[in-house]
């Protein structure tokens, strides 16, 4: 199936398709380990920066030696772009989705630049996904309680302007989410999200940045309300380090990536996992979202 047909599949049986950031190969195996027992569609992620230091062409030939070894295709998206030329690399490198994240901009100049990079991408059969609204924090841990003002959400009559002058195929929005993992989080505005959905309809895949602080029934919730995209990094990033100083405590004087990481991949494995069961749990192994029509 085409990356669109995936997508419509997960929105039509409400599994939504999570996408898993990495930036080394320890991230990346730990990824592959745990998805390969679900034979589901996911996404990998790479940001600007993450995708610059792999390199694109590099990650490109990753994502293909990761879909040898798990035996299914996997979409590989460009996260949070910020330019036109750059995705355009990202484009000619072999990525199958780019996300042009264009929300500090006055939604006019978004609009613009949207649909620049839509015209480039579509005819080389590649999905974009545009954003309305500021999803703000950094992909890291943070203390305190985590406030999201109304003013960065995504308004409803902006996403419907939005998402038909530019004829984006996915759509970033901001209901209360945050990237970042916080000690509390406040209440993702449901009844926002609902008004989203209705303005854009169905041909608009919904999509939920900062989805490793949010509580599952939260999360749940969002799915059910029409969510179809799900980014996690953070938790990847804090159990990757976690599972690093543990390694480098226990023997600290050893210095043999082989014999530290490890332990690195089968933490971040358990992340993978933990989020893939809370769509999958009875999901047969070889059961495939492809074949789902």
């Not at 995209?229 to 804090?238: A, F, G, M, P």
């Not at 690195?264 to 029509?293: D, G, P, T, W």
Request: hydrophobic content about 40%; overall charge positive; glycine content about 8%.
């Amino acid at each position: 199936m085409s990356t669109k047909k995936i997508f419509s599949a997960a929105q039509r049986r409400h599994i939504p398709l999570y996408q898993f950031n990495f930036s080394d190969l320890s991230q990346l195996w730990g990824i592959i380990n745990a998805t390969k027992n679900f034979k589901t569609p996911f996404i990998l992620g790479t940001s600007e920066g993450e995708s610059r230091f792999l390199g694109l062409n590099f990650t490109v030939a990753l994502k293909r030696e990761a879909e040898k070894e798990l035996g299914f295709p996997i979409i590989l998206n460009l996260d949070h772009g910020k330019s036109l030329s750059y995705i355009k690399e990202a484009v000619n490198a072999g990525y199958d989705m780019v996300h042009f994240d264009g929300s500090s901009l006055p939604l006019k100049e978004n609009i613009e630049i949207t649909k620049k990079v839509v015209g480039y991408a579509r005819k080389r059969g590649i999905i974009v996904e545009g954003e309305v609204g500021v999803v703000r924090g950094s992909s890291r841990f943070h203390k305190g309680i985590a406030k999201v003002s109304k003013k960065d959400m995504t308004k409803p009559e902006e996403a419907e302007v939005f998402a038909k002058e530019t004829k984006v195929d996915a759509l970033a929005t901001v209901f209360g989410n945050i990237h970042g993992v916080y000690e509390k989080m406040e209440s993702l505005d449901l009844k926002r999200l609902s008004m989203i959905k209705r303005r854009v309809g169905e041909r608009v895949f919904l999509v939920l940045h900062g989805g490793s602080g949010i509580p599952i029934p939260q999360v749940k919730s969002a799915v059910k309300k029409g969510i179809v995209k799900i980014n996690i990094n953070t938790d990847i990033r804090c159990a990757w380090r976690e599972a690093l100083e543990r390694a480098l405590r226990i023997d600290p004087y050893e210095v043999a990536p082989s014999k530290l990481m490890p332990s690195v991949v089968e933490a971040v494995e358990k992340v993978i996992n933990k989020k893939m069961k809370l769509f999958n749990e009875n999901h047969s192994r070889h059961q495939y979202l492809y074949k789902m029509r």
